[in-house]
Nanobody, 123 residues
Framework: QVQLRESGGGLVQAGGSLRLSCVAS????????LAWFRQAPGKEREFVAL????????YYPDSVKDRFTISRDNAKNTVSLQMNTLKPEDTAVYYC????????????????WGQGTQVTVSS
């Protein structure tokens, strides 16, 4: 059983930056693909970024590519999401997710989830 806990959300003006972190406990951390998703009110959960177990493969949707960077530290069981040039449409609850069996951008593929952290970008 893997437990995930996010931190780092908050309120920021458009064009600003935030760094989200997620700490994992339980399981063998390096075995898990880690991902960030987000969900705005009234919208479906949306894929934001993923990183493979060894950290060598990352993937982003076009909506955040070149603005967001995912990274992991397997020694500290953490995954981070550096978000730059934030836009009001980035406002959402951001979730950390982990899965052992796949590298996927579908939320249904992920078995473990954190509670989420709110990111609000004002215009």
């Amino acid at each position: 059983q893997v437990q995930l806990r996010e931190s780092g959300g908050g309120l920021v003006q458009a064009g600003g930056s935030l760094r989200l972190s997620c700490v994992a406990s339980g399981g063998t951390f390096v075995s898990y693909t880690l991902a960030w998703f987000r969900q705005a009110p009234g919208k479906e959960r949306e894929f934001v970024a993923l990183v493979s177990g060894n950290g060598r493969f990352t993937y982003y949707p076009d909506s955040v590519k070149d603005r967001f960077t995912i990274s992991r530290d397997n020694a500290k069981n953490t995954v981070s999401l550096q978000m730059n040039t934030l836009k009001p449409e980035d406002t959402a609850v951001y979730y950390c997710a982990a899965d052992r069996d796949s590298i996927a951008s579908r939320p249904q593929a992920y078995e473990y989830w954190g509670q989420g952290t709110q990111v609000t970008v004002s215009s």
